[in-house]
């Protein structure tokens, strides 16, 4: 299968992944700022039904829909290491972006080295 689907793929899977633990996080600071907090297991529960935790998780086992596509279409030692790849570097990018995390050197320094790795992982393919 062609590198580009798979690349594809790793990224949709990617994408959705961390829209859906976004919007989990979304609604975690916004029951950390009322004070709920997760402490019983009602809240848990009380939790896990909240509309975007829901669609949240919904949207996460599509990802894992996508990854097993992929996982189908090429080896087991390619579409992992890229799909992590591309999961980090748009984890990075949406805490700095949408959550106002900071970026320190070494995470940078990690994006890079994760960013080598994908073309090396690629070199193989050719």
Do not use: C, H
Not at 32 to 48: N, P
């Amino acid at each position: 299968m062609s590198k580009i689907v798979i690349f594809g793929l790793s990224a949709l899977y990617a994408t959705l992944s961390v829209v859906g633990a976004s919007l989990i996080k979304l609604t975690l600071n916004s029951w950390g700022a009322e004070q709920r907090g997760l402490v019983s297991v009602k809240d848990y529960f009380s939790f896990l039904f909240e509309p975007k935790v829901f669609f949240g998780m919904g949207i996460i086992f599509v990802s894992a829909l996508v990854l097993f596509k992929a996982l189908s279409l090429s080896d087991f030692s390619y579409v992992i290491p890229v799909s992590a790849a591309v999961n980090f570097i748009l984890t990075a990018s949406v805490a700095a972006v949408f959550f106002g995390e900071k970026l320190a050197w070494n995470n940078i320094v990690g994006i890079a080295l994760i960013i080598a790795g994908v073309f090396v992982i690629n070199l193989k393919r050719a």
